[in-house]
């Protein structure tokens, strides 16, 4: 989920942005709705440009938008736009607004920057932990099956010499 104006914006599982909950967030102007925002030229420009050229990261071309009509959960729906979509939609709407989305972006994009750093470098800790345990591990097994035998047999013999001893030669011969 993601947050402008203290506004939840739906997102879809392929990533796509509820356009009727940025509609809010800027402040719900009819002017601003969007199904205008849709028919604006500049805006099916985008989408058709959008959809013709693959992604620089993985080449894949993707959906601009979808809208989803009915259903039981009317939370769900509204009409879902990429990410470009959703800067257009605040550069339509004000340069005020763009700001806003952009630097929610930048901070969401930073935020996950972070926690994929920190994931990393979980991940090392947990490799080494278990790189440590392994050897652990070994050095336990060898303990059990060889040094703790070593070891007791070395207190048996100190305890046996350890018992007093006395030897008695001659005696009474009585």
């Known amino acids: ?13 392929d990533g796509l942005y509820c356009l009727n909950d940025l509609h809010k967030a800027s402040g719900g102007e009819k002017k601003h709705a969007p199904y205008r925002f849709m028919r604006n030229a500049e805006t099916r420009k985008l989408i058709k440009e959008v959809e ?17 009509k009915g259903g039981n959960a009317k939370s769900k729906q509204g009409t879902y736009v990429c990410k470009e979509l959703v800067y257009r939609y605040g550069m339509w709407i004000s340069a005020e ?57 070395s207190i048996d013999e100190t305890l046996k010499q350890m018992q007093p001893s006395l030897e008695l030669t001659g005696g009474n011969k009585s």
């Open 52 to 68: 013709r050229t693959p992604n620089v990261v993985n080449g894949n071309t993707v959906k601009a938008y979808k809208v989803i």
């Open 97 to 153: 607004f763009t700001l806003l989305i952009i630097r929610t972006f930048d901070e969401v994009a930073n935020h996950q920057y972070k926690l994929s750093k920190r994931l990393d470098g979980l991940c090392k800790d947990i490799n080494t932990v278990t790189l440590n345990l392994s050897s652990a591990g070994r050095f336990l097994n060898i303990a059990g099956k060889q040094i703790k035998p070593q070891l007791q047999r």
């Open 1 to 13: 989920m993601l947050t402008i104006s203290n506004n939840k914006v739906g997102i879809t599982e």
